[in-house]
C-alpha cells in the first residue's frame, strides 16, 4: 500500500514537472496552439509527441510484464467501440478546453499556486463531474 | 525547428505515464482518476497522485524562486462554464489529454484516437472562433 501511494505522488510530480517546463500549466500557451487565427504557438506539438513516443515505449514494456512491480494485476481499460458517449464528450471537452485553455491536468496541477482562476474552473470541474454521476449513476 | 523544452517536459510526463503503468499497473488519466477520488471508492493511490501533480509548483518555486508562468485571460463565468463542460465531457467520454491523448494514443487504441480527433477539433474551432465573437 504505501510504496504504491509513494509511487503514484512522485508520477504525479513528475507528470507535474513536464506540465511546467512544457509551458502546458499555463492556459495562454494551450489557447496560442488550440487558436489558429492568432500568433500560433506549436510547443504543445512537442509536448504531446514527447509524451506519447516516451508512453509507447513504456507501453511496449509493459507489454512483456505479466504483472506491475508494485501491483497484483494491471488495471487497463478494456471497452473497445466507438459510440456517441465517446465523440459527444470528447466534443463537449474539447468546446470547454477551447474556452479557457484548461484541461483536467493543468488545472489540478495549478490549484496551490494562488490564481483564483484556477479554483473557479476546477468548482466547475468537479460540478461537470457530479453532474454526470447524477445523470448517469455508474 | 525543435522545441527543446516543450520536448524535455514531454518526455517528463511521458515518463511519468510509464511508470505509473508499469509499478502500479494503471492509466495516469487525469479525468478518470479525479472522477474515482471525488466518487470516493478506492482514491489511492489516484488521490496520491493528484497530491504529487499539485505539488510541483510548489517544490518548483522553492527550487527556483519563481512560481512557473501562468496568464488566464478568460473571466470567471467563461471559467466556470468551461470547467463544467470539461468535468461533464470527460466523464461521458471517458477521459482527457491524458488518458486518451498520451496513454490512448500510446496503447494504440482507435477509441482514443477518435476522442483525440473530437477533443483537438472542437478546441480549435473554439479557441479560433471565440476571440471573434467576443471582439478581442
Known amino acids: ?138 | 525547428m525543435i522545441d527543446w523544452q516543450s520536448l524535455t517536459g514531454g518526455l517528463l510526463i511521458g515518463l511519468a505515464c510509464s511508470a505509473y503503468l508499469i509499478l502500479d499497473g494503471r492509466i495516469a488519466g487525469i479525468s478518470g482518476i479525479l472522477g474515482r477520488t471525488l466518487g470516493g471508492k478506492n482514491i489511492w493511490p489516484g488521490a496520491a497522485l493528484l497530491l504529487g501533480l499539485a505539488a510541483g509548483p510548489v517544490l518548483w518555486r522553492l527550487a527556483t524562486g519563481a512560481w512557473p508562468d501562468m496568464t488566464v485571460s478568460a473571466p470567471w463565468p467563461l471559467l466556470l462554464i468551461s470547467g463544467f463542460l470539461v468535468g461533464f465531457g470527460t466523464r461521458l467520454g471517458s477521459g482527457c489529454t491524458s488518458g486518451h491523448g498520451v496513454l490512448g494514443l500510446a496503447r494504440l487504441s482507435r477509441r482514443s484516437l477518435v476522442a483525440v480527433i473530437c477533443f483537438l477539433g472542437t478546441g480549435v474551432i473554439t479557441a479560433t472562433l471565440l476571440p471573434f465573437l467576443t471582439g478581442k
Open chain 1, 1 to 138: 500500500m504505501a510504496i504504491r501511494t509513494l509511487v503514484a505522488f512522485l508520477c504525479g510530480l513528475v507528470f507535474s514537472f513536464g506540465l511546467i517546463l512544457g509551458g502546458m500549466l499555463n492556459p495562454a500557451t494551450v489557447l496560442g496552439f488550440l487558436n489558429l487565427a492568432g500568433h500560433w504557438n506549436p510547443s504543445l506539438l512537442f509536448v504531446l509527441g514527447g509524451a506519447v513516443c516516451l508512453t509507447f515505449c513504456g507501453v511496449r514494456l509493459q507489454r512483456h510484464l505479466s504483472r506491475p512491480v508494485f501491483e497484483t494485476t494491471f488495471q487497463l481499460p478494456t471497452a473497445r467501440q466507438i459510440d456517441w458517449p465517446l465523440m459527444a464528450g470528447s466534443c463537449l471537452f474539447g468546446l470547454g478546453w477551447g474556452l479557457a485553455g484548461f484541461c483536467p491536468g493543468p488545472a489540478v496541477a495549478s490549484l496551490l499556486m494562488g490564481h483564483w482562476q484556477s479554483l473557479v474552473f476546477l468548482l466547475g470541474l468537479i460540478g461537470g463531474m457530479k453532474a454526470f454521476a447524477l445523470w448517469k449513476p455508474i
